[in-house]
């Protein structure tokens, strides 16, 4: 099992390296206030970057710019960062490592902050690891954070310093009955966002909102009907017996449920899937007749990576982890001269690649070994699968 999770994650690790990444027109400006347009490597970064690769057309020699040589960066319409020398506060939000003390810990630093909201009142945005943290300004002062610290008391017990409702209430209040109370404002981007819009609304100043929305559904469900091409072979370590049971053609039908992850341009998602199987087979040995007769409910957990073609279509490759546990069906292996043997699951992986227009995607799947009888200690067995699935996107 543990080879099979290697397996899964190196899988995962080398699609990754390969995943596209578009370049899209946008901009930086350096020390010198020189403004290029160029084409900038999107990575929809998760964490904030301390370094970005552009070039100045889409074959042309890629070249990085850093915290050191650039002021502000942006795609058009996406997103900008900007540079800050600033004070932020590190402490864990961790609650297995938060510290006592409500004040903050001030360390300064130059980053890439991620423009929010820009205006007379800016809100800018820091994430790094587990760590998130909120930044404001004021027309042309400088870049300040909104403070927010979890810390321990007496006991044990858990604590939070908001003192960024302090500071929003002392430099950005605005008397406007929309606005939502300071104090029912949660340290979070929904919450910050929709107040900074609003405050820059009561003042009468112009803003731009850097948080593109996306039509782009977050979840979908699919229901696939396919062929799978299976073989199942079975052995006895002590009598030297093994039974093959062949080849088959057999149908199968899956549901899956497909989360998409909020980065890279939704090229990722995380997928759930349960999918019944069936095969059914007897043989002749020199003994007498062995049967399978196995049916079974397997269920799968994955990752997918896209590569987008055009608006309408896209190919994706595929990883997953099919568990130990399934419904079996009361699945058996019966012999005439012998005791039957009862049919349980061991876990394995799968890798997929297909190809998908609109709503319609065909996939070919193939199977590592999955042992069937893997809780005898004298009977070992191979079950492989080649699976083609036709599948329908809601």
């Known amino acids: 099992m543990n080879r099979q999770l290697l397996t899964f994650f190196l899988f995962v690790k080398i699609a990754t390296s390969f995943a596209q990444i578009s370049f899209e027109p946008g901009y930086f400006i350096d020390n010198e206030n020189h403004r290029t347009e160029c084409l900038i490597r999107n990575n929809e970064w998760k964490n904030n970057p301390d370094k970005f690769i552009y070039t100045s057309d889409s074959t042309g020699e890629k070249k990085s710019g850093n915290l050191t040589t650039v002021k502000e960066f942006g795609v058009y319409n996406v997103f900008r960062f900007v540079r800050g020398n600033i004070e932020i506060d590190r402490s864990p939000d961790d609650p297995n490592t938060i510290t006592y003390g409500n004040e903050p810990v001030w360390e300064k630093g130059k980053f890439f902050l991620k423009v929010l909201v820009e205006g007379k009142a800016s809100l800018y945005y820091f994430e790094e690891a587990n760590l998130m943290r909120f930044f404001y300004s004021i027309s042309d002062t400088s870049i300040k954070q909104l403070v927010y610290k979890r810390y321990l008391v007496e006991g044990g017990n858990l604590s939070i310093n908001e003192g960024y409702k302090i500071q929003l209430m002392t430099e950005l209040s605005c008397l406007d009955s929309g606005m939502k109370p300071i104090m029912n404002l949660g340290y979070n981007k929904i919450d910050l966002e929709e107040y900074f819009k609003s405050y820059n609304k009561c003042k009468g100043n112009p803003f731009v909102v850097y948080h593109p929305k996306?039509?782009?559904?977050?979840?979908?469900?699919?229901?696939?009907?396919?062929?799978?091409?299976?073989s199942v072979s079975i052995a006895n370590v002590y009598g030297n017996s093994i039974i093959h049971f062949g080849n088959q053609n057999n149908y199968r039908a899956s549901a899956e449920a497909e989360f998409v992850l909020p980065y890279n341009r939704h090229k990722w998602s995380?997928?759930?899937?349960?999918?019944?199987?069936?095969?059914?087979?007897?043989?002749?040995v020199k003994r007498g007749t062995a049967t399978i007769n196995f049916k079974s409910v397997e269920f799968s957990a994955g990752i997918r990576n896209y590569l987008f073609l055009n608006k309408s279509s896209r190919?994706?490759?595929?990883?997953?982890?099919?568990?130990?546990?399934?419904?079996n069906f009361n699945s058996l292996i019966k012999f005439d001269y012998a005791d039957s043997l009862v049919i349980g699951t061991g876990s394995n992986l799968a890798?997929?690649?297909?190809?998908?227009?609109?709503?319609?995607?065909?996939?070919?799947?193939?199977?590592?070994?999955?042992?069937?009888?893997?809780?005898?200690?004298?009977?070992?067995?191979k079950y492989e699968r080649t699976s083609l699935i036709l599948g329908f996107k809601f």
């Open 214 to 230: 996306t039509d782009a559904k977050m979840f979908h469900v699919k229901i696939t009907a396919g062929i799978d091409h299976s």
């Open 351 to 381: 890798f997929g690649g297909g190809f998908e227009f609109k709503r319609f995607s065909l996939e070919l799947r193939l199977n590592t070994n999955r042992r069937l009888l893997w809780w005898y200690l004298y009977w070992t067995s």
């Open 270 to 284: 995380l997928v759930f899937e349960p999918a019944y199987q069936y095969f059914i087979a007897e043989q002749k």
């Open 315 to 327: 190919i994706y490759t595929d990883a997953f982890y099919n568990a130990n546990y399934s419904v």
